[in-house]
C-alpha cells in the first residue's frame, strides 16, 4: 500500500511539474511586453509566476533554487550576482544566525521555564482566567523573540500537560480555547518582531531596497503595541465566543507545578545571558539614538548577523556539562529549519530581480493597478489591499504573499506619491507584514496551523468557527491601531 501511496504522490508532483511549465511557457508566449513591461521582464515574470505555483502545490525547497538557477541560465542576472542576491544575502545568513540560537535555547528548557515561570505565579492561584491569560501572554512573549515551530510544539505539549492535570479531556472547550489561543497569538507576535522571524526581517530587506531604510526598533514600536492589543481582544474571544467551562479549576494545584519546576541550570542561564546580549545589540542604535550618536552608529555598522555570530561563537566555546559545548554546532545545526532557509533564497532572488528597472515589471504592475487606486480614495484602497492580503493569507505562505504585495503594490504606492497624493510607503509595508500574519483559520495558513489542529484538542470546524470572527476583529485593529502607529513611526 505504501508504494502506491508514493507513487501516487509522486505523480501528483509530476503533474503540478507540467502546469508549472506551461505556465512558464504561456506567458512567455501570450503576455507581450507592453504597457512597461520588457522582454527580459516577461521571462522573469513567467520564472515567478510559476515558482509561485510550485511553491504552493508542491514544494518550497528544491523550487527556491531553481528560480536563481533559472534567472542564470536565462541570462537575466549574470551568476556572480545571483549569487549575492540568492545565497549571499543579508536574510539567509540573519535567520541561520538566529536559528542556531533558538536551538540552543530549546535544547537547555530555558524556553519551557520561561513558559512554567508565568504560569505559576501567585496572581494565578483560584483565578482560572488569569492562569489562562497568564498562559498565552507568556506564548506571545516569548514569540517575539524565538523560532515559531518550537515554541508552538513546546506550548502544545504544556497545553496537554495542563489539560491531564486538569482533567480536560480532547474535544472540550477548555481544551479548544488554550490551543485557538496558542495558535492565534503566536502566529500574529510572529509578525510583530524582525528577531526569528524571517516575514518582517525580508519586509525591512525592501524597504532599504527601496532606500528607507527602517530599524528593528521602528518596526518594534508598531508590531509590539499592536500584537498586544491582539492579544486583549482574544481574550475576549476566549471569554465571550469560546467561553470553556472553567469548573475543573477548583481542584488545580499551582503550587505542586511551581515545587516542580527544576530551576534553570548553569548552560541554561548562559545560554539566556547570551540571548539577551545579542538582542541589545540589536536594538542599540535605537536605544542610544539620541543620547550616545557614535556608539548608535557603531552598532548600526555592526548591524545583525555579526552580534548573532558572536553569540554562536560563545556558546560553542563555553563548555559546562560532560566537556561538551553548550551549542554543537555539527549536531544542532540539523535542528534549523534549513527548509525556511532555503525557501528565503527563493524569496530574496526575486526581491532583488523583479524591481529592477530593465524588467520594467513595477512599470507594468503600476500601469495595470493604477485603475483601482484611481477610482477609490488612497484610504480606501489601502483598506482593500490589506483586507484581500487577509483573506489569501488563509491559503497562502505568509513569506510569499508578502513578497507577491509589496511587489504589486509598491509600484501603485509610488505613483500616487508622484500624483500628489501622500501615501505612506514605509507605513504601508509594516501593514502589509503585519496583514499576511493575520493567519489562522485554516490549516495551510501558518506552518504551525496544522501541529495545532492536528492536536486532538482543536477540529478544523472549530478554527473555522472561531477563526473567522477573529480574523475580521483583528483586521479591524490592524487598520485602525496599527495603521496609526505605522504613519507615526515612518513620519
Known amino acids: 500500500m505504501s508504494a502506491v501511496a508514493i507513487s501516487a504522490e509522486y505523480s501528483k508532483t509530476l503533474r503540478h ?28 515574470l513567467a520564472i515567478f509566476i510559476a515558482t509561485v505555483y510550485l511553491w ?51 535544547r537547555t528548557g530555558a524556553i519551557r521555564q520561561a513558559a512554567l515561570w508565568f504560569m505559576t505565579r501567585k496572581i494565578c492561584e483560584g483565578r482560572p482566567w488569569v492562569f489562562l491569560g497568564m498562559f498565552l ?5 516569548l514569540e517575539f523573540w524565538v523560532d515559531i515551530v518550537p515554541l508552538v510544539l513546546i506550548y502544545l505539549a504544556l497545553s496537554d500537560e495542563v489539560c491531564q492535570r486538569l482533567g480536560y479531556e480532547k ?63 482574544v481574550m475576549l474571544i476566549l471569554r465571550f465566543v469560546v467561553n470553556p467551562d472553567m469548573s475543573n479549576f ?7 507545578l511551581r515545587r516542580e519546576m527544576k530551576p534553570l541550570d548553569l548552560e541554561g542561564k548562559i545560554t539566556v545571558t547570551v540571548f539577551i546580549l545579542v538582542i541589545v545589540a540589536w536594538l542599540m542604535p535605537d536605544i542610544t539614538r539620541f543620547f550616545a550618536p557614535r556608539v548608535s552608529a557603531y552598532f548600526s555598522m555592526l548591524f545583525l548577523v555579526p552580534p548573532a555570530l558572536f553569540g554562536i561563537v560563545l556558546l560553542s566555546i563555553i563548555r559546562v556539562k560532560d566537556d561538551k559545548p553548550i551549542l554543537n554546532i555539527k549536531t544542532d545545526i540539523a535542528k534549523t529549519p534549513l527548509g525556511v532557509i532555503v ?86 509595508g509594516i501593514l502589509i507584514s503585519l496583514a499576511c500574519n493575520i493567519a489562522f483559520v485554516l490549516p ?48
Open 17 to 44: 511539474i507540467a502546469i508549472s511549465v506551461a505556465i512558464f511557457a504561456g506567458i512567455q508566449l501570450l503576455l507581450p511586453p507592453v504597457n512597461g513591461l520588457t522582454e527580459m521582464g516577461v521571462t522573469l
Open 56 to 106: 504552493i502545490f508542491v514544494a518550497v525547497d528544491w523550487p527556491s533554487l531553481l528560480a536563481p538557477a533559472l534567472i542564470v541560465a536565462f541570462g537575466i542576472v549574470p551568476h556572480g550576482q545571483m549569487l549575492q542576491f540568492s545565497m549571499g544575502n543579508l536574510p539567509v545568513a540573519y535567520v541561520f544566525a538566529t536559528s542556531l540560537l533558538t536551538v540552543a535555547l530549546e
Open 137 to 141: 501572554f507568556s506564548a506571545t512573549f
Open 171 to 233: 474535544g472540550s472547550k477548555f481544551g479548544q480555547a488554550i490551543v485557538f489561543g496558542i495558535l492565534v497569538l503566536t502566529v500574529i507576535s510572529y509578525g510583530a518582531t524582525p528577531i526569528a522571524s524571517p516575514g518582517p526581517l525580508i519586509m525591512l530587506g525592501f524597504f532599504e531596497d527601496a532606500g528607507f531604510p527602517v530599524t528593528f526598533g521602528q518596526y518594534m514600536a508598531v508590531g509590539i503595541p499592536f500584537t498586544m492589543v491582539v492579544f486583549v481582544f
Open 250 to 256: 477548583n481542584n488545580f494545584d499551582i503550587e505542586e
Open 343 to 428: 525557501f528565503i533564497v527563493g524569496v530574496q532572488t526575486f526581491a532583488n530581480t523583479i524591481n529592477s528597472p530593465d524588467a520594467g515589471i513595477r512599470d507594468f504592475m503600476s500601469n495595470s493597478l493604477m485603475p483601482l487606486a484611481d477610482a477609490i480614495t488612497p484610504a480606501m484602497f489601502i483598506w482593500v489591499a490589506m483586507a484581500i492580503t487577509v483573506l489569501i493569507t488563509q491559503t497562502f505562505s505568509n513569506i510569499v504573499l508578502q513578497s507577491i504585495m509589496w511587489f504589486a503594490f509598491l509600484p501603485v504606492m509610488t505613483a500616487l506619491n508622484v500624483d500628489g497624493v501622500v501615501v505612506n510607503i514605509v507605513a504601508f
Open 444 to 491: 495551510p495558513s501558518q506552518v504551525c496551523a496544522p501541529m495545532c489542529f492536528g492536536s486532538g484538542y482543536l477540529e478544523v470546524s472549530q478554527g473555522i468557527k472561531y477563526g473567522v470572527p477573529t480574523m475580521i476583529g483583528i483586521y479591524i485593529l490592524l487598520m485602525l491601531v496599527a495603521w496609526p502607529l505605522a504613519l507615526w513611526v515612518a513620519g
